[in-house]
């Protein structure tokens, strides 16, 4: 049996038991992690920050994942590029910071030197008939999608963006995000698979224990309705909350605001969805641990707290998460197959200013003990995945998403039809296998 028939049969397997957690593989094994890669990091757009990290011409940030390095960079005023970070003389890495402001890219390897469009402008004694029109920088599939950037790595057509996230446009419109400018920004090194991350990221059924401070600002009825998002609750659980949510957006509606809750169809390429509902009726304004003001300038289309927040997925591993006076940004990337890197951004009004409109420190608190504590747990899940004790284990009413988030790795992950049965013996299910 050859690596490709071993890893479909290992896929079909997984589909026998739907409610069960996956095989081990699918969470160690650098096999497996290459499948995960090709097929869906490089055929789903990206959220890798926004526009405002680098609002001057020349600054950029760099993306790694996987074995890739990109560099996300302002080109001008009104264009903002990617590029992999790789010379095109011998292959050098470019930028070596993280994050930086440049006029030119020089390659610290020879001094090949790159316009910020990617173009070769300076190679020293190369020899006659080079011709450096050839020699450009490789870009990236770029889409600034209301100041959020996206990226498309695959090598092909990428999808089409506005009929895959158009309707997300009111829940980004409403609050601004466009707009918006970056209060803070924190990463997250989580040593754990990217499916641990997300699978954590989809379900409240941990909250009760890990959260303290996420459960306090919830009702139960609301974290057990949507505590992580729309789908992660039962049915049961949403109609009980269904009294509170139309409450709310009778009285929004009234407001001028937005509402609505977007689903994803069953079969969804990306798994997006978006929602509004209230953060708590007992009078929280936004999503802050006392339910204070995070900031004194609201965004976007708010005129007055209206109590509620705004949710967009775009796919399992980019989100924003708003209230009515800030927002945050999610993106969690895969490094290898036991290490994911977190990221957040927190956004606010383009023109509240530090310590007179926001205090960093309260605007970030909640969701910063949140995804501490979250590193925590799934990296201590990690640890007892790897052990030859892991069996995959039965999913609660309260993880519903993450059966669908299941199903929908599956689909994209592929299985040749016909293949059948557990591969589990004829795949290496170690770290490096
Ligand atoms: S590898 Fe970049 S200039 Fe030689
Ligand atoms: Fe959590």
Redo the contacts with the bound molecule.
Sequence with gaps: MNGTECMDRLIAGQRENPGMTLDQAFYVSSRVFERDVERIFRQQWILVGHVSRIAGTGQYFLLEIANESIIVIRQSESVVSAFYNV??????R?CLQPEGRRRMLT??????TYGLDGALKV?RTMPEGFDPSQYALTPCQVRVHHGLIFLYLGSGQAPDFDSLYGETVPYLAQQGIAEAKTAARTDYPNAANWKLVVENFIECYHCAAAHPEYTSVHSEEKLKAFGAGPGSGSQEDVDRFQVVQEAWEQRTRESGNFVGILEPEHDAFAMHQAARFPINENGWLSETIDGTAACNRLMGAFQEHDGGQTAVSFNPFSYVLASNDYAVVFRFTPRDPLNTDIELTWLVHPDAEAEKDYEVAHLTRLWHVTTEQDKTITENNQLGVLSSAYRPGPYSSREARNIRFKHWYLDHLGASPGSSGPGSVACSSSPTG
Excluded: D, F, K
């Design positions: 010379c095109r003389h011998r292959g050098s470019i390659c610290p390897y020879h001094s090949w190679a």
